[in-house]
Nanobody, 126 residues
Framework: QVQLVESGGGSVQAGGSLTLSCAVSGYTYDDYSMGWFRQAPGKEREGVASIDNLGRTNYADASVKGRFTISQDNFKNTLYLQMNSLKPEDTAMYYC???????????????????WGQGTQVTVSS
């Protein structure tokens, strides 16, 4: 059974930083893509960043590029999202997701993912 467990969310002031983690267990295939998504109240869930088992990354343009960094530790089976220069508009529930296959430029499309974590809340105050 595949499980994804996020951690690292919290409340910070604008300009601060947070690092989210997503621990993965139970996935046995070689090819995968993983992504971070976020959902603010009343809004659609949107892709933030993705990465595949070859280390290729994809970021949402403008909104997070240059501030957020997605990475993975294959030994620890953990996905990370380093978030710097946080803004109030980054406030949302953040989810990690896992899908079988190499999604590349389609890695920010939520419907491609099979497994989701429960989410971790990020709140940025001005």
């Amino acid at each position: 059974q595949v499980q994804l467990v996020e951690s690292g969310g919290g409340s910070v002031q604008a300009g601060g930083s947070l690092t989210l983690s997503c621990a993965v267990s139970g996935y046995t295939y070689d090819d995968y893509s993983m992504g971070w998504f976020r959902q603010a109240p009343g809004k659609e869930r949107e892709g933030v960043a993705s990465i595949d088992n070859l280390g290729r990354t994809n970021y949402a343009d403008a909104s997070v590029k240059g501030r957020f960094t997605i990475s993975q530790d294959n030994f620890k089976n953990t996905l990370y999202l380093q978030m710097n220069s946080l803004k109030p508009e980054d406030t949302a529930m953040y989810y990690c997701a896992l899908g079988r296959g190499l999604f590349r430029l389609f890695g920010l499309i939520k419907d491609r993912y099979n497994y989701w974590g429960q989410g971790t809340q990020v709140t940025v105050s001005s």
